[in-house]
């Protein structure tokens, strides 16, 4: 989709893909480098990285939580992404900082849309109403194979804990996402060396870097 809201100051990147890509990994090591280059850097992550989100995320991860309604948990998941864009995301866009988040609003859709096989249509009107339509300059797709990512961590949340068919419904929704707005998104294979990976989202993130604060 290439509608939407983009920060006029600041960078927005956002990592998104499987359980098990790489992401958290990735995320910090671009944070590193545009450390080193002088930008004013935020690292993030969704669900749980304001005072709210973070009881929000027991709730949607704690596996002692149990069966919720999948409209619940779309929802539970868009007021942690509210929260996180008008308490944490946008002032620091709005300071011209280099905005780096683990997950976004593609999550869900891929998550609470495909995986729980919710009308994709109205996943995404409550997710963009709940971040007001703010788009990342670039999202990073980093593609696993749900079976090959499962076996890169110990212990599951509710999430993870899902059927496989649920995660592969997911990854194919990320890589739709991705192939409609080639523009805005990287997808790059998790199975790659890290040092190749980071080396191509550093290429690809350089061009935006104009809008930034050092």
């Known amino acids: 989709m290439t509608d939407g809201t983009f920060s006029e100051t600041g960078v927005f990147v956002c990592f998104e893909g499987g359980e098990g890509a790489g992401k958290s990994t990735q995320a910090q090591a671009l944070a590193a480098w545009l450390t080193d280059e002088g930008y004013a850097v935020r690292l993030t992550f969704e669900p749980g990285d304001t005072p709210v989100g973070k009881q929000l995320r027991a709730i949607v991860l704690d596996p002692a939580t149990g069966a919720l309604s999948p409209r619940t948990e779309a929802l539970l998941y868009a007021a942690d992404k509210a929260e996180h864009v008008d308490t944490l995301v946008r002032p620091a866009l709005d300071r011209g900082e280099v905005v780096i988040t683990d997950r976004y609003v593609d999550t869900s859709l891929a998550y609470q849309g495909a995986g729980r096989v919710l009308d994709l249509a109205d996943v995404t009107a409550v997710q963009r109403w709940a971040t007001a339509d703010l788009r990342p300059d670039l999202t990073i797709v980093l593609d696993v194979d749900p079976a090959d990512g499962f076996g890169r961590f110990e212990g599951r949340d509710r999430i993870e804990a ?3 068919e649920f995660h592969r419904r997911a990854r194919q929704a990320f890589l739709d996402l991705a ?3 080639p523009d805005h ?24 870097l104009t809008k930034a604060a050092r």
């Open 162 to 164: 899902e059927p496989l």
């Open 185 to 208: 998104y990287l997808v790059l294979d998790a199975r790659s060396p890290v040092d190749e990976i980071a080396a191509a989202v550093r290429e690809r993130v350089r061009p935006l």
């Open 179 to 181: 192939a409609a707005d």
